[in-house]
């Protein structure tokens, strides 16, 4: 048999009809109303060519076909199966097409009111359309490979009052509750070329929402000519009605419901209805769901202005699992603390084990769960808006009921977490104390282990005993910070209301100059060490001339007392901030205490650029303390209650910043603990063959590590994950950052756009972000990704998506600091103005506006930048 027959369902799994015609035949299947159609299989089409195996050409292959004969059987055959039929429909059925991924839609001929004696010749046309220019188009736009054959369906043809397509989604915007049917008067032809409008109708949960436009053409069948269809004029009386009445409407919404049952998959659907009648031409999934986000899903907002400074760039598993298990049990101590029940907390273990985000490998919080968390706290009940604006929490979401108490037990509540929060308040420096002796004597603890000697199983258990001790102890950091925030809060508020607003950043700089900051030290004993050496000749050209690497060898070996006493600093460092390193929460990172060279490139690049305790000392910070000082005693003269009032502010936000920010070293220190022992377990696992290489072990998650060694490992084959891991980890840091703020719907990782920029504000004019130090300066930008690209910036702006603290070693040499992302408490904001230098963060689209060599005026106090066009011009040309 040449045609095999819609209703002869056992050739369903025919290798060669084509998508299209499978779907009719499981269409047949189901019971729908299905024209009477046959398909030619690709596989006899395919004989033709076997007389011509060596044709090379396209031009060779059109002309076989047209030459091409067609067995008499076939005439007999069609003649039998559509003997009571005048016309026919001839369409494609490619083999890969009207599949999941790609569709094919109107790439290949078809033809209408084809006359029984035509069909042969029209086949051959729809044939002959598989190596036409827009199918190879198509299949180079969607990266496919050469045709795989095509069947063609001969098909009876309908003479359609109306026609259309329903799809059993809205394709629209993805909504997956809506379904959407379009419909014209006469033949679909008309509606799939786009030559007609079409009434929508949008069916959802049974409602109809009616789109009607004014119909004034249909396309029918050409009874003038010899077979197609023509577009004739629609009667004036009737160009408003709906192309299809609402019964039809009902019982295609039922079909697709059907049709998504039984395909397992959304279908797209051509219909066409006579009379009464509903007939369906045929069916397809839709494609490109990939595209589509589903708007009815669980919405979230994710954001990395802040974190990023903490995990800038892409992050390996094995930090995220360690990361995202310690927010999680960080917070669940926190709600605590701010006295949510700990049945409150058990209820809801999703917010906590959902803090964090891991989007193509970049950390986000996830804002959904932390507005959660936020609506635990006691006093949201009685006043949510206040709550929100006081965390700056911008996105509303929908708030489970679970989590709202009655005013009268909200009011007990909060008043128990007053007294609570004012007692945790005022032991709150005897915890800091507490923490970080057991902090230092944990960490001196593990500093006396020799790892190397202990195997995987053991390391397991140290890491373990280590997260015990420390983890669940991390309560006056995690005050510190809340603390931190409010007081900073109402520092802010009482400059402004004192000052009335004339002296926007006056609060910033009231906080400069505080010697008790840690995150300055390092500057300050680096360039200590630099200008040693750039006193010292001998040592001055070995830095200058040699590797970090052989300097550091240099040093080991060589005895004069210069080069003894140099490395005696930096091992003195090391010990003292080893761990401060560009990326340094991150467990990949190869840490200074891990290779001492790293630190040696920095002073090599002090060395190089001339950084020396009397090119960078200077009282800038002092100045804007002092200034900021003067001003507020001026405008609280004679007001000595506000005064009073002041005063306590400024102290309490002083101590709670200064300590925020030497908390975060001692979080450091912690992780350069954890780093150590994995980079270990990675050692072993390298050693016994379990991995390519040691430092693998950071492709894979926590859970993945300890469920290998103890024996619930889901996949042994730890090579192959480590393998797949690699391959995205350097696929994600090919692809461009992802936006700041993206939002997504339902699934995430399925349809979502992660470059969008609708959730981001960008100026079209000069751009604006936070003022954080003042100072205006006007010098060239040199936008830098990462801290080691460059060894000076001789005076440039800097120009940068976020910092952490290892790029303090460009700080001292640029003329300002601009970044992308940050707040006024992140770590560039604090340490610029220690260091006096005018710094503006949170500035939108900069990164896209702002190249290097671009000249451009910033004025730290107001956060107001401009690019100098007519400077940078003058520069060019001068």
Not at 708 to 713: A, D, H, L
């Amino acid at each position: 048999m040449i045609f095999i027959q819609g209703n002869q369902y056992q050739y369903i799994e025919h290798p060669a009809i084509g998508g299209k015609a499978k779907n009719l035949l499981k269409l047949g299947q189901s019971g729908v109303h299905v024209p009477k159609w046959a398909v030619l299989p690709a596989d006899f089409l395919a004989e033709v060519f076997k007389h011509v195996s060596s044709i090379e050409h396209t031009k060779d292959v059109l002309h076989a076909i047209d030459r091409y004969v067609f067995p008499p059987v076939v005439h007999a055959e069609l003649n039998e199966l559509f003997a009571d039929v005048t016309y026919l429909a001839v369409r494609s059925s490619a083999l890969d097409e009207d599949g999941r991924q790609h569709s094919f839609a109107g790439q290949f001929e078809s033809y209408l009111y084809v006359k029984k004696e035509q069909v042969l010749e029209r086949i051959k046309d729809v044939w002959r359309s598989v190596f036409s220019e827009r199918v190879r188009s198509y299949r180079q736009a969607n990266h496919l490979g050469p045709s795989l054959g095509i069947g063609v369906i001969v098909q009876e043809m309908v003479d359609a009052d109306a026609a259309g397509v329903a799809f059993g989604i809205n394709p629209v915007n993805g909504h997956r509750k809506e379904k959407l049917i379009s419909a014209v008067f006469g033949v679909g032809e008309g509606l799939v070329s786009g030559e007609l409008e079409a009434d929508h109708y949008i069916i959802t949960n049974r409602l109809i929402d009616r789109q009607t436009v004014r119909k004034k053409q249909k396309m029918v069948f050409n009874a003038r000519g010899a077979g197609g269809t023509v577009l004739v004029d629609v009667p004036r009386i009737n160009q408003n009605d709906q192309a299809v009445a609402d019964e039809i409407l009902w019982q295609l919404d039922e079909l697709l419901e059907k049709l998504r049952k039984s395909f397992g998959l959304y279908q797209d659907v051509e219909f066409a209805v006579q009379g009464e009648n509903l007939y369906i031409l045929q069916t397809r999934p839709i494609t490109g769901l990939s595209k589509l986000p589903d708007p009815t899903s669980e919405y979230v907002v994710w954001d990395n202005s802040n974190i990023v400074e903490s995990y800038p760039g892409v992050t390996t598993p094995l930090t995220f699992s360690f990361i995202s298990q310690s927010y999680k049990t960080a917070y669940k101590i926190f709600v605590s603390i701010l006295g949510v029940d700990e049945q409150t907390i058990h209820r809801h273990p999703r917010v906590f084990a959902n803090m964090l985000g891991f989007i193509n490998g970049r950390v986000y919080y996830n804002l959904r769960s932390w507005y959660h968390l936020l609506a635990m706290l006691p006093g949201y009940s009685l006043n949510a808006r206040f709550m929100e604006q006081m965390m700056g929490v911008k996105e509303s979401f929908d708030i489970p009921e679970s989590y709202l108490l009655p005013k009268g037990k909200a009011w007990r509540r909060i008043l128990k977490m007053i007294v609570k929060m004012y007692g945790h308040f005022r032991s709150l420096p005897k915890q800091r104390i507490a923490f970080k002796n057991l902090l230092d004597r944990t960490i001196d603890k593990y500093k006396r282990i020799d790892f190397q000697s202990k195997d995987a199983n053991e390391l397991m258990n140290l890491y373990l005993h280590f997260e015990r001790t420390l983890l669940h102890q991390w309560k006056a950091p995690l005050l510190n910070d809340f603390f931190a925030m409010i007081w900073f809060g109402l520092l802010k508020k009482r400059c402004e209301e004192y000052t009335k607003e004339n002296h926007p950043n006056i609060h910033n700089d009231l906080l400069c100059g505080s010697a008790d900051i840690i995150s300055t030290q390092p500057i300050h004993r680096s360039v200590e060490m630099a200008t040693y050496i750039s006193d010292t000749p001998y040592l001055k050209q070995v830095f200058l001339r040699e590797t970090p690497e052989d300097i550091w060898q240099f040093l080991l070996y060589d005895h004069l007392p210069e080069s003894k006493k140099t490395k005696q600093m930096i091992e003195q460092y090391i010990t003292d901030f080893g761990e401060r390193c560009v990326g340094e929460l991150k467990l990949e990172t190869i840490s200074y205490t891990q290779d001492p060279s790293r630190f040696v490139q920095v002073l090599k690049s002090y060395v190089e650029s001339g950084i020396t305790t009397a090119k960078t000392s200077n009282q800038i910070e002092e100045k804007l303390r002092t200034d900021a000082e003067a001003v507020m005693k001026k405008a609280l003269r004679h007001k000595p209650f506000r005064k009073w009032i002041f005063k306590k502010t400024l102290h309490r936000t002083r101590d709670l910043v200064s300590a925020r920010e030497n908390l975060r070293y001692e979080r450091t220190r912690g992780f350069g603990i954890v780093r150590e022992i994995f980079t270990y377990i990675g050692k072993r696992f390298y050693e016994e063959d379990i991995l390519e290489f040691d430092r693998d072990i950071f492709f894979l998650s926590k859970e993945e590590i300890f469920a290998y060694i103890e024996g619930r490992s889901l996949t042994t084959d730890l090579k192959s994950l480590v393998a797949v891991r690699k391959e995205e980890h350097e696929h994600f840091q090919q692809m461009p950052m992802t936006s700041e703020r993206i939002d997504t719907y339902g699934v995430v990782y399925q349809s979502n756009d992660f470059y969008s920029k609708s959730k981001i504000e960008i100026a079209d004019s000069d751009l604006k972000g936070i003022g954080c130090c003042p100072g205006q300066v006007k010098a060239r930008a040199r936008v830098v990704h990462h801290p080691n690209e460059i060894n000076s910036l001789d005076g440039d702006i800097l120009v940068t998506t976020s910092t952490d603290p290892g790029w303090v070693t460009l700080f001292p040499n640029a003329g300002a600091i601009i970044v992308e992302r940050g707040s006024l408490l992140s770590h560039s904001a604090i340490v610029s103005r220690e260091m006096g230098i005018p710094c503006i963060v949170s500035v939108a689209g900069l990164l896209s506006r702002v190249k290097t060599g671009d000249w451009i005026e910033m004025d730290g106090s107001t956060g107001e930048i401009k690019i100098l066009e007519e400077e940078q011009e003058r520069h060019q040309h001068g």
